[in-house]
């Protein structure tokens, strides 16, 4: 079972083998919202509620690996980062949904970047939040990582509409 949970927690050797696993495990969650919505057609929000499951499994599934691992919030451990990412696109599902286009992959690009920015950067909000006891800290500090990236996108998404309404 401790096998089991660590190679969940770690996207088996995406966490253990590569360099920078949080922005590996993003990019790995990044692929897979790109396939499920541009690939596959499916919604955003559908997306969304699909991880919820997994975000919330990632709380006991994180606290496990915390105590396997004798660390707090161990770099290997990537669920979190895996989890969130469709949260980052929710304000852009009106632009997702439509015809895929190179802009389709630009909003994609930049929900990734926005998103590693606040997971790494963590601002006072985030790293406070991260205090929270185990799995808690782990995957909330993401959560509002991701929440900070999606504000940040449907800001530029708003702005840019309101100045190129031709791009509409």
């Not at 088996?12 to 360099?19: S, T």
Request: with cysteine.
């Amino acid at each position: 079972m401790n096998k089991a949970v660590l190679f969940l927690a770690t996207l088996g050797p995406i966490g253990k083998n590569l360099p920078a696993p949080g922005t590996m495990g993003s990019l790995a969650g990044t692929i897979l919202f790109g396939v499920l919505t541009v690939g596959m057609g499916w919604s955003v929000q559908l997306i969304a509620l699909c991880f919820l499951p997994l975000f919330l499994l990632g709380i006991p599934l994180c606290t496990r690996a915390e105590i396997l691992l004798d660390q707090d919030d161990p770099g290997e451990v990537i669920w979190d980062e895996f989890c969130v990412i469709p949260f980052v696109y929710l304000p852009l599902s009106s632009i997702l949904e439509q015809p895929v286009s190179q802009e389709t992959f630009i909003w994609i690009a930049a929900g990734f970047i926005l998103f590693r920015f606040f997971d790494i950067s963590k601002p006072w909000i985030i790293r406070s939040v991260q205090k929270l006891p185990r799995g808690w800290g782990v995957m909330i500090d993401d959560l509002l990582a991701a929440g900070a990236a999606a504000l940040v996108l449907w800001g530029a998404k708003t702005f840019s509409l309101s100045f190129f309404p031709a791009a509409i």
